[in-house]
């Protein structure tokens, strides 16, 4: 694995988002890892302990629950079918993410997330 850049913002630590395409792994296409980006301006992802996702160039954020996966594979395989993590039933997925960046973040973070995330869930 790369090396995954991180900071923190306002007692939130953020990880760079550094996942397989949920999309791929879904539908059992092979996938690897990559380093995702912000589709408004290209920016580098995070994922914080919040639960948020956020663009490191504007500054958007937005909870886990409420954003869009399609890879660039799914794109040119004219895949563009979208999934969201907006209900309990993805709630499996959204934790699967944050846990691929538990190697560099550790439990404590992931436990934060997960607690993060079951709050978005109710």
């Known amino acids: ?52 996702y956020y663009c490191l160039d504007c500054g958007y954020s937005a909870p886990i629950i409420e954003w869009g996966y399609v890879c660039c594979d799914c794109k040119k395989a004219g895949h563009e079918k979208s999934v969201y993590l907006d209900d309990l039933k993805h709630l499996g997925e959204a934790l699967s993410i944050s846990g691929m960046v538990t190697g560099l973040a550790g439990l404590e973070w992931l436990n934060r997330v997960t607690a993060s995330l079951l709050k978005q869930c109710k």
């Open 1 to 52: 694995m790369p090396e995954v850049k991180h900071f923190t913002k306002n007692g939130v630590e953020y990880y760079q988002l550094y996942i397989a395409c949920p999309v791929c792994l879904m539908e059992r296409r092979p996938t690897t890892p990559e380093y995702w980006k912000h589709t408004k301006d290209d920016g580098d992802m995070y994922i914080g302990d919040n639960g948020y």
